[in-house]
């Protein structure tokens, strides 16, 4: 097929909010689901034929999108580039599979090293991404590489090579993680399962369940004005837990989450963001940054026009 035919996947106008956990946002200009990489070539050659720009939504679960909607081409990962394959120590997983689904796979399989994932409702591309950790666990201690998909074709990285630090990668925008490899140790599989137990039930005690968020809001903050204190605990000590600007609010269980209650829109979730930043910038002097990801023209208001 010529690069400029529109590939049979695509979908216009495609709601987005469905597609994050917080569930405000508008629409795409073009959305289609990737199975395989095959697939994923032709929606970049057309997408870059037709000049419109692509982005990748894996889970939602930390992904703030525009009310006005997004221009260009909206991809999501499945079938072949979701799944999840042993190989001997390894984990060979796909950029679409789910971090918890691929923390239970080890654990089946007798393998730790990536137990910390259960706490992590994202997808192993958008993990990657951003280096992601939990529970004093981090991705990038047992990648092994992976594989990078452009419009030049597919590339096999090493973590060495992504420039991972806290919460963040060197990856750009048009650069897609098709697939992983963890590298793990084995262990009991009984053993493995208990502590994926203990975690979620960690997690459910100290952050807000059932509810539609999308997971933290600021990146704990290394400013020595902080005292060691996370982001969560300074946005409760400035009287955050609970604040609420139209339809969003800070959790009042962890104030660090930020809910839809009902009808929010990403402005309002701006909107309480911003509040909840000036008032620990005035009580403590700290400048707290966003950890959540975004899709579209979506502009902090702090960040000037």
């Known amino acids: 097929m010529s690069a400029t035919e529109r590939p049979a996947a695509l979908q216009q106008d495609f709601s987005l909010a469905r597609l994050s956990t917080v569930r405000t946002g508008g629409t795409a200009e073009f959305y289609a689901r990737a199975g395989s990489e095959g697939e994923l070539a032709e929606l970049l050659a057309w997408a870059h034929a037709e000049g419109a720009p692509v982005s990748i939504v894996g889970s939602g679960s930390n992904l703030l999108i525009a009310d006005e909607g997004v221009s260009g081409l909206v991809v999501k990962l499945d079938r072949e580039l979701a799944q999840i394959e042993r190989e001997g120590l390894r984990l060979v997983c796909g950029g679409g599979a789910r971090l918890p689904a691929v923390a239970a796979a080890a654990a089946r399989a007798g393998l730790s090293g990536i137990e910390f994932g259960v706490n992590i409702p994202g997808t192993v591309g958008g993990a990657v991404q951003m280096n992601a950790n939990a529970y004093?666990?981090?991705?990038?201690?047992?990648?092994?590489?992976?594989?990078?998909?452009?419009?030049?074709?597919?590339?096999?990285?090493?973590?060495?090579?992504?420039?991972?630090?806290?919460?963040?990668?060197?990856?750009?925008?048009?650069?897609?993680?098709?697939?992983?490899?963890?590298?793990?140790?084995?262990?009991?599989?009984?053993?493995?399962?208990?502590?994926?137990?203990?975690?979620?039930?960690?997690?459910?005690?100290?952050?807000?369940?059932?509810?539609?968020?999308?997971?933290?809001?600021?990146?704990?903050?290394?400013?020595?004005?902080?005292?060691?204190?996370?982001?969560?605990?300074?946005?409760?000590?400035?009287?955050?837990?609970?604040?609420?600007?139209?339809?969003?609010?800070?959790?009042?269980?962890?104030?660090?989450f930020i809910e839809n209650t009902g009808a929010a829109t990403t402005a309002d979730v701006l909107a309480v963001m911003a509040e909840g930043r000036r008032r620990v910038l005035e009580r403590f002097g700290v400048e707290l940054e966003p950890e959540v990801q975004t899709l579209g023209e979506v502009r902090f208001p702090w960040q000037g026009a």
Request: hydrophobic content about 40%; aromatic content about 4%.
């Open 136 to 256: 004093g666990g981090e991705l990038g201690r047992v990648l092994e590489w992976v594989e990078v998909v452009t419009l030049a074709g597919s590339e096999r990285r090493l973590p060495q090579q992504l420039g991972l630090s806290y919460r963040s990668s060197n990856l750009n925008a048009g650069e897609i993680v098709a697939r992983a490899s963890f590298t793990l140790q084995p262990a009991d599989p009984g053993a493995v399962a208990a502590t994926l137990a203990d975690m979620r039930a960690r997690r459910h005690a100290a952050q807000p369940q059932g509810i539609r968020t999308f997971g933290s809001t600021f990146k704990n903050p290394g400013d020595a004005r902080a005292q060691g204190r996370t982001a969560g605990l300074l946005l409760a000590e400035a009287g955050c837990a609970g604040l609420t600007v139209g339809g969003a609010r800070f959790s009042p269980k962890h104030a660090n």
